[in-house]
């Protein structure tokens, strides 16, 4: 399996909506990150986690909640978005937290909508 | 905050012509790598350069890195329809644990 796999893959909630995203690996990857993208605009990277560590938060707001129960599973659960939090999120693993020899392997990413 | 700018921003080319991407970075690096996006969907790999290298290839993709310049060139040969899409350059900043940096992408449209 050499899969990143993301769902949902399109989700709609309100601002007052809980809700939660889900990121799977299975390629023994030990290190996990989310992205947003907004359209037109590159990824920006919200949280690293390492050996199932939350490594790297790049200020990302705390309506924003990421976890990792394993080293397969990274979830990203939300609270209280705002309408400017719409965007595409894509989860990606990587061998190893900073190994020089290897890409990233990238899922094909949710579409969120706030409303 | 983003690594480095891309240009030229967009590039419009007839099919068998050459499209060349060019990247530039900010910091020190470990790798930099090269990622394409079709219409808003998840990016995939092309290839990696690491920064003790200067010029990779694989297949119709030839890569340069120039670390003293901190620029990076992406080539694509013979081009197809089928290439049509976002190319992002990325980094790996040396001592940052593990970040992969974005750089602004070129939209790249192959005319058949």
């Known amino acids: 399996d050499t899969e990143v796999t993301q769902t949902p893959k399109h989700l709609v909630m309100g601002m007052t909506n809980k809700k939660s995203l889900k990121c799977e690996q299975h390629?023994?990857?030990?290190?996990m990150y989310w992205y947003k993208q907004k359209a037109k605009k590159p990824p920006e990277l919200m949280f690293v986690?390492?050996?199932?560590?939350?490594?790297i938060n790049e200020s990302v707001p705390s309506r924003f909640s990421p976890e990792c129960p394993n080293s397969s599973l990274l979830n990203l659960h939300l609270h209280a978005l705002q309408p400017e939090d719409s965007a595409l999120y894509l989860c990606?693993?990587?061998?190893?937290?900073?190994?020089?020899?290897?890409?990233?392997?990238f899922g094909s990413g949710t579409r969120l909508t706030v409303v | 905050s983003q690594q480095g700018e891309e240009d030229p921003q967009a590039l419009s080319i007839q099919e068998g012509e050459n499209a060349t991407m060019n990247c530039s970075y900010k910091t020190s690096i470990n790798n930099l790598q090269w990622y394409r996006q079709n219409s808003g969907r998840g990016l995939v790999h092309l290839i990696l350069i690491r920064s003790n290298e200067r010029e990779k290839h694989s297949g119709r993709l030839r890569v340069t890195l120039d670390t003293s310049k901190k620029s990076s060139s992406l080539l694509i040969t013979a081009s197809r329809a089928a290439d049509t899409a976002s190319y992002f350059c990325a980094t790996v900043p040396y001592n940052q644990g593990g970040k992969l940096i974005f750089g602004q992408g070129t939209e790249l449209s192959v005319k058949p």
């Open positions: 986690y390492s050996y199932e560590k939350l490594s």
């Open positions: 390629m023994g990857h030990r290190a």
């Open positions: 990606a693993s990587s061998q190893e937290p900073g190994l020089a020899n290897y890409g990233y392997t």
